[in-house]
């Protein structure tokens, strides 16, 4: 079992920055891709960005492609999404998720591959 926690949420300016977080509870989350979603009121959740276990390669949504980064440190067990140029519509419930071991290079945006999610984290957008 893995357990996740984010956290960086908060309520910004358009054009501000913010970076979340995303921990676990499992050493061997090391082992497992990682992927960000979102989810407006009223709408589907959505894929942002993924990134392989060893951080050699990364995925991202067009709408995000040249403003979000994520990254991660495993020695910390920690996933991180870095976000610039904020714009009203990236208000949401950012979650995090893990994959599985046996597909540690998946970083699509089936939401089906991703097996732990972590209870989100409020990102407010105002113009």
């Known amino acids: 079992q893995v357990q996740l926690v984010e956290s960086g949420g908060g309520s910004v300016q358009a054009g501000d920055s913010l970076r979340l977080s995303c921990a676990a509870s499992?050493?061997?989350?090391?082992?497992?891709?990682v992927g960000w979603f979102r989810q407006a009121p009223g709408k589907e959740r959505l894929f942002v960005a993924a990134i392989t276990w060893s951080g050699g390669r990364t995925n991202s949504a067009d709408s995000v492609k040249d403003r979000f980064a994520i990254s991660r440190d495993n020695a910390k067990n920690t996933v991180y999404l870095q976000m610039n140029s904020l714009k009203p519509e990236d208000t949401a419930v950012y979650y995090c998720?893990?994959?599985?071991?046996?597909?540690?290079?998946?970083?699509?945006?089936?939401?089906?591959?991703?097996?732990?999610w972590g209870q989100g984290t409020q990102v407010t957008v105002s113009s």
């Open positions: 998720a893990a994959g599985t071991p046996s597909r540690s290079d998946y970083i699509g945006p089936n939401r089906l591959m991703y097996n732990y």
């Open positions: 499992s050493r061997t989350f090391t082992n497992y891709p």
